[in-house]
C-alpha cells in the first residue's frame, strides 16, 4: 500500500484520505454511466427512434454553453 502511495507521490499520512476519496470519486463516476445507461434505455423505450437528435442536440447546447463560458472568462477574473 506504501508502494502506491510512494509512486503516485502520496504522503504516508495522506494514503487513507486519498484512498476514501478514490473510491467515493468511483462510485460517483460508477453511478452516472449507470444512470446514463439507464436514461438512454428510457427514452429509448418512449421515443425509439429520436436517440440520436437528442444526443446531437444536447451537444450543440453543451457547446454552446461551453463557448460562453470561455468567452466570459477572459473577460472576468476569477
Do not use: C, D, W
Amino acid at each position: 500500500m506504501i508502494e502506491i502511495g510512494r509512486t503516485l507521490g502520496i504522503r504516508r499520512n495522506e494514503v487513507g484520505p486519498a484512498s476514501v476519496l478514490f473510491f467515493y470519486l468511483f462510485l460517483i463516476i460508477g453511478a452516472y454511466v449507470m444512470g446514463q445507461a439507464v436514461g438512454n434505455a428510457l427514452f429509448l423505450e418512449v421515443f425509439p427512434k429520436h436517440l440520436p437528435y437528442a444526443m446531437i442536440g444536447s451537444a450543440l447546447v453543451i457547446g454552446a454553453f461551453v463557448s460562453a463560458y470561455i468567452r466570459l472568462s477572459h473577460r472576468l477574473r476569477l
